[in-house]
């Protein structure tokens, strides 16, 4: 069955530090992924998204994203974290004009 | 960016009554509209796809007597819950796919608290 899966519910990090949120998919074909985040008390928003040619997505606020396929993975990561970067995470996956299946979410506390 | 606007943001109802809310692309034309549900401290979960023009499909386990779905234009899709329970009471999110971007872009959510 299709599914997105997220490694870590709850991140708690230092201003400053280095991120990285796990994301795995399990999609045969083509596959659109994204990452959308979500501030508190605000909708979801896009960061960024794949759908084909550099595997390495570059998104808004200095986040980023590595598609291994051989890894049906999509990481995202961000080398230096703001406090106004606290929010929950959400990649999100689906094949082209289908529907689109969230994982079930990180939510990232950074520490001031 | 494209705007997805919904209408309510936030409803009260009783017991038994049906609450109708509404997902509105704003500027761009949505073939395809999708609702969410989602849990506190969850994730979104998929209730539906609505294309404009013909039935939604519904996810394994959605209700599609309790929850109906309408897409009659490009423009707007209405969720209705009827005779709602309070284990209705949710966020629910609508997103709107534009043509061939595969894109999706949110609505701010509708929070409904049946007592």
């Known amino acids: 069955a299709q599914s997105v899966s997220q490694h870590n519910h709850h991140v708690i990090l230092s201003e400053a530090a280095s991120l990285e949120l796990g994301c795995n998919y399990s999609?045969?074909?083509?596959?659109?992924l994204f990452w959308y985040v979500q501030y508190p008390g605000q909708h979801l928003q896009l960061l960024l998204k794949?759908?084909?040619?550099?595997?390495l997505v570059k998104g808004i606020k200095g986040f980023e994203a590595e598609f291994i396929k051989s890894k049906f993975s999509f990481n995202l990561r961000k080398p230096s974290v703001q406090w106004s970067d606290t929010a929950e995470y959400f990649c999100?996956?689906?094949?082209?004009?289908?529907?689109?299946?969230f994982g079930k979410g990180t939510r990232l506390h950074i520490l001031p | 960016g494209a705007v997805v606007s919904q209408h309510p943001s936030w409803v009260i109802c009783k017991s038994g009554t049906s609450v109708k809310i509404e997902c509105r692309s704003l500027?761009?034309?949505?073939?395809?509209m999708f609702w969410y549900r989602q849990f506190p401290k969850q994730s979104l979960m998929l209730m539906a796809t609505?294309?404009?023009?013909?039935?939604?499909?519904?996810e394994q386990g959605v209700e599609k007597d309790k929850f109906l779905i309408n897409h009659a234009s490009l423009t707007l899709s209405t969720l209705t819950v009827t005779s709602a329970h309070p284990e209705d009471s949710s966020f629910y999110i609508c997103?709107?796919?534009?043509?061939?971007?595969?894109?999706?872009?949110f609505g701010e959510g509708s929070r409904l608290t049946v007592l």
């Open positions: 997103s709107a796919s534009g043509r061939n971007t595969g894109e999706l872009f």
């Open positions: 999609y045969g074909g083509t596959v659109n």
């Open positions: 794949y759908f084909s040619g550099d595997p």
């Open positions: 999100a996956g689906g094949n082209r004009d289908d529907k689109i299946i």
């Open positions: 500027d761009f034309q949505a073939t395809t």
């Open positions: 609505s294309n404009e023009g013909s039935k939604a499909t519904y």
